[in-house]
T-cell receptor
Framework: DAKTTQPTSMDCAEGRAANLPCNHS???????VYWYRQIHSQGPQYIIH???NNETNEMASLIITEDRKSSTLILPHATLRDTAVYYC?????????????FGTGTRLTIIP | NAGVTQTPKFQVLKTGQSMTLQCAQD?????MSWYRQDPGMGLRLIHY???????DQGEVPNGYNVSRSTTEDFPLRLLSAAPSQTSVYFC???????????FGPGTRLTVL
């Protein structure tokens, strides 16, 4: 699986959009980009994933650049409950048995 | 649905003791796995299973055993606990044909 690079930490004001970048410059054409988050010692929570196209669900939007070498997770209206560590993960398949390789992620702090 | 449940939430062991961490899911997921998370680090895969009767090793399997006699349950056994196994353990499950994995709340284990 391709390696990912994320900033160690970020702050965002409550109510603003939080934009979390991820670099995956060695990603292969068939590898997916997944985002999970972990809220203070809880189990990781799935957020969103994509292959080539931008994706949106009830939690977030995922913007993948045309060359697929980087992506941005967007939380449109951040709340205090969005304070968490966010993990960007590249996986070889879209199947459940493909392991998740977690790095150290980005610690996002939402400021009141 | 209860989702993925883990027991116990906390456990303290002495070096050399054995114990079993329980994991159960009620979503009829084929895939189940165990991760460990050490302070300040990402999650690392210990063992996984793609169905009842089938298990395989992840990246850090030494010192742990698993079995999968039913679809619902996937216990993790520590054979002879060592201080290096002090960690938070997470169980996860998913459908084989979907990438989203669901995580349990974790078991915090301390080995003295």
């Amino acid at each position: 699986d391709a390696k990912t690079t994320q900033p160690t930490s970020m702050d965002c004001a409550e109510g603003r959009a939080a934009n979390l970048p991820c670099n995956h410059s060695t990603i292969s054409g068939n590898e997916y980009v997944y985002w999970y988050r972990q809220i203070h010692s809880q189990g990781p929570q799935y957020i969103i994933h994509g292959l080539k196209n931008n994706e949106t669900n009830e939690m977030a939007s995922l913007i993948i650049t045309e060359d697929r070498k980087s992506s941005t997770l967007i939380l449109p209206h951040a709340t205090l409950r969005d304070t968490a560590v966010y993990y960007c993960i590249v996986r070889a398949t879209n199947f459940g048995n493909e392991k998740l390789t977690f790095g150290t992620g980005t610690r996002l702090t939402i400021i009141p | 649905n209860a989702g993925v449940t883990q027991t116990p939430k906390f456990q303290v062991l002495k070096t050399g003791q054995s114990m079993t961490l329980q994991c159960a899911q009620d979503m009829n997921h084929e895939y189940m796995s165990w991760y460990r998370q050490d302070p300040g680090m990402g999650l690392r895969l210990i063992h996984y299973s793609v169905g009842a009767g089938i298990t395989d090793q992840g990246e850090v399997p030494n010192g742990y055993n698993v079995s999968r006699s039913t679809t619902e349950d996937f216990p993790l056994r520590l054979l002879s606990a060592a201080p290096s196994q002090t960690s938070v353990y997470f169980c996860a499950s998913s459908y084989l044909d979907r990438g989203e994995q669901f995580f349990g709340p974790g078991t915090r284990l301390t080995v003295l």
